[in-house]
């Protein structure tokens, strides 16, 4: 299907955020799910819903290679090429207080998911390489959101890791849930801590996709030793995954 | 629509309604791509290499894309032939699209086995014998470089099959016409060409192969010379239908596969980029052929092919 950009945002350097006219969509994404965008190469690229408002849909994106680039040089009034909105989403809120843990690119589904539940008793902790990374944060504070932030150069926020930042968030929240997205050691030691601090917790994974519907086996991430399954497929098992079915029962 | 040109394609003794099928390894075990491309449409599909235990596949990442191209090592993960029959070929027998099972193995009684539980299923048009992928270390891409070898394996499948056999040729060698020679004296049906170009991409970040992998199997526009090249030497040399693949994204690709002497084409890397790339090519073939001078599928095949000796008078 073809969706028409009707606004381009550039929300910090290397990053762009498209914003596409959602009539032609067949139905409401879920946060968490993403868009298979055609992007001028052999492949296309998977990229996670940033917001949804006003018959719009947002992707928001780093520039990082020719598929990215040449979405990054998109204008308003041209049409994108997309399937979806493909993949399982984040679960509506559990009982008791949630923190949503984004790191750098993870961030964008994060927003669509506090957006989804405006009555969710939320806490946001962010965090990205530098400043330029760390987006979406005046988007969480308009909507009364402040989140904690941190940067690994310190330019923003505290200097660290966002995992530093959810461990102090698990210990004054025992009875907390998780929902977090970013890169694959973020998201594994969100799986360590959470396990030891017996949280529930879902994990948005990215990896690089082939045909985006589960039919190429290309997009895995490994199951949990003994747990059944040697792989799991992002692009239909995923993105996103309650922690038990990569990590199992034990701390990794 | 132009209605008066014909698409039917025949590869031994199976009629498809037209030429194009879906390439092994790139539309799964047959359900994943139903909500995204009509099935019924299709000239026929060759499913993902089934093998007679589950095989775990490789490390990610196992895409990368590359100039008009795409490199892979999956490494021919799947759940084994019993799971298939029980999970995905009752939904494949309800298409009635003309299925072909992909067969893969580490040894010939591996291969053998796997060819054995599906002759006693319905439904299954032909076995695709895969001796040619090379993301594998053991099996698979060994036997397609030796004709000796190549022999072995395709016998085992065709004493066994009780269906048509296919073989999947690498171009990964200089022997590739000795390797067909041996599978037409096993009782090879057809032979499929190409499976993809064994390559490297290296991930400058991470200053290592890109691929968990290591090395892949490049498929994609890139190697359509490659995979027309091979067509035409071997329909020119061994009396088997050829069906033909390798970066075909459009009727024209299509026909330049049928000149060379493919009766058939498969299509694969671009269905990932298009998940509409086989019905166009299907809805563009009569117009492309007319436009070309062809009445039919069969009257291109081979066009390309300089007349024998006897014939040259007459042109």
Redesign the interface.
Known sequence: MRLTIVERRVPASDHVELLLDASGLGRRPEPGQFLHV?TG????RPLSFSRVDDGRVGILFRVVG??TAWLAGRAVGEDL?V?GPLGRGFPPPPPGPLALVGGGVGIPPLFFYAQCWPDASLAVLLGARDREALVMVDDFGARGLHPALCTDDGSFGRRGRVTDLLATWLSAHPHGSVMACGPAPMLHEVARLTTDAHCPAWLGFE???????????????PGAPGAGR??YRVC?DGPVFAREMLYGEAPP | MIRDVDLTAHIGRIVLQNPVLAAS????FGP??R??VDMRRLGGIAV?GVAVDSW??NP???????P???L?S?GL?NPGVRAFIRDDLPFLRELGTVLVVNVIGHTVDEYRRVSECLARESGIAALEVNISCPNIKEGGMQFGHDPDRAFEVVRAVVETAGRPVWVKLSPNTDRVLEVGQAAQSAGAAALTAINTLLGMAIDLDRRRPALGGGSGGLS??AIRPVGVRVVYEVSRRIPLPVVGMGGIETARDALEYFMAGASAVMVG?A?????DAMTRVIDDLPEILRQYGFGSVAEAVGAAHPPAKGEADEH
């Open positions: 055609a190469g052999t492949l296309r020719a598929g090429d399937m990896q690089r996709m082939g045909c985006g519907v589960g039919a190429c086996l290309a997009c895995v991430v040697t792989w239909t | 390894g790139t539309f799964g994943e791509y909500a995204h993902k775990s596949g990610p990442p196992r895409v990368w894309e590359t008009s191209g795409l892979n999956i993960q994609g526009p890397t269905t990932f980029g298009r998940p």
